[in-house]
């Protein structure tokens, strides 16, 4: 596990393609990987599958358990919506060299994606009460913002190319 490098915290609404890109930039850097969803209780997946939206009482013990992963993991990889700049402080708190990596992806692709997975939780009529939740990463946030239409193997080029010079840990 590279040890000296930030860890790396893959972030957009569902079919952004966060589990995809995480899993190919954990490979990139060879870096441990961790899919933010299993992190979720069993209570929060069934509401979710019910078409039920999380509120902020279910999402504080999920992002506990994944800021703990990143403490844990220096130099890890994982997928986590992080919707909200509130939830990116929480993740900040447990590891503060975390860096955002946003994946920016326009409604129509999101709902064609969704539309053709298999076996997620998440159905696209969730879709817009996250878009509505979304607050884009800020200048003033670590981390990048990227066009996440292309291919993944694109993605994540432009990812690490944006991240340049910024992925060691300064700690």
Same mark, same amino acid.
């Given at each position: ?10 972030? /957009? ?6 589990? !995809? ?7 990139? *850097?060879? %870096?441990?990987? %961790?899919? /933010?969803?299993? =992190? ?11 078409? !039920? ?16 992963? *990143?403490?844990?993991? +220096? ?6 919506? &992080? ?12 590891? +503060? %060299?975390?860096? =955002?990596?946003?994946?920016?992806? +326009?409604? &129509?692709? $999101?709902? #064609? #994606?969704? !539309?053709?997975?298999?076996?997620? =939780? ?7 009460? @996250? *878009? %509505? !939740?979304? @607050? ?5 946030? +670590?981390?990048?913002?990227?066009? &996440? ?8 080029? #432009?990812? *690490?190319?944006? $991240?340049?010079? #910024? $992925?060691?840990?300064?700690?």
């Amino acid at each position: 596990m590279p040890e000296s490098l930030r860890p790396l915290a893959v972030m /957009g609404v569902s079919g952004a393609g966060k589990s !995809t890109i995480g899993e190919l930039l954990a490979t990139a *850097l060879g %870096a441990e990987y %961790a899919d /933010g969803d299993d =992190f979720h209780p069993a209570a929060n997946v069934a509401k979710m599958s019910a078409g !039920t939206p999380l509120d902020d009482a279910d999402r504080w013990p999920w992002l506990d358990a994944v800021g703990a992963w *990143l403490a844990a993991h +220096p130099g890890g990889v994982v997928s986590c919506s &992080a919707l909200k700049r509130v939830y990116r402080d929480r993740l900040r708190a447990a590891a +503060p %060299a975390v860096l =955002f990596v946003e994946l920016d992806v +326009p409604r &129509a692709e $999101l709902v #064609r #994606r969704m !539309t053709t997975r298999t076996g997620h =939780f998440m159905r696209v009529r969730m879709l817009d009460s @996250q *878009l %509505a !939740t979304l @607050q884009p990463l800020a200048a003033d946030e +670590p981390g990048t913002t990227v066009d &996440a239409t292309g291919s993944p193997r694109s993605v994540v080029e #432009r990812v *690490l190319s944006d $991240l340049r010079g #910024r $992925l060691a840990d300064p700690g």
